[in-house]
């Protein structure tokens, strides 16, 4: 069993910067690959970016690349999301993800934990 939880939202601009975190239990946590995916009000929930068990590999959704950083710190057991250029359509609810299967996969949602979500809001 892994629980994971997320902080680091909260309210700002645009052009503004915001480094998620999320915090995983067990110490099988290093042999999970990561993900974050948001929810905007009023759609689905969409992939963000993941990150290999090895962290030697990582994915992003075309909407954020070359502005989202996703990097994993293993003797905290904590994945991160630093984002940069933040625009008002990255508002959302950002939900970290753990699964036992490849980056790839959890791109399409084969994931086998979720955090409870923490709001980012950016005001343009």
């Known amino acids: 069993q892994v629980q994971l939880l997320e902080s680091g939202g909260g309210l700002v601009q645009a052009g503004a910067s915001l480094r998620l975190s999320c915090v995983g239990s067990?110490?099988?946590?290093?042999?999970?690959?990561m993900g974050w995916f948001r929810q905007a009000p009023g759609k689905e929930r969409e992939f963000v970016s993941a990150i290999s068990a090895s962290g030697g590999m990582t994915h992003y959704a075309d909407s954020v690349k070359g502005r989202f950083t996703i990097s994993r710190e293993y003797a905290k057991g904590t994945v991160y999301l630093q984002m940069n250029s933040l625009k008002a359509e990255d508002t959302a609810v950002y939900y970290c993800a753990a699964s036992l299967l490849d980056i790839i996969r959890i791109r399409n949602g084969m994931v086998n934990y979720w955090g409870q979500g923490t709001p980012v809001t950016v005001s343009s």
């Open positions: 067990g110490r099988t946590f290093s042999t999970y690959a």
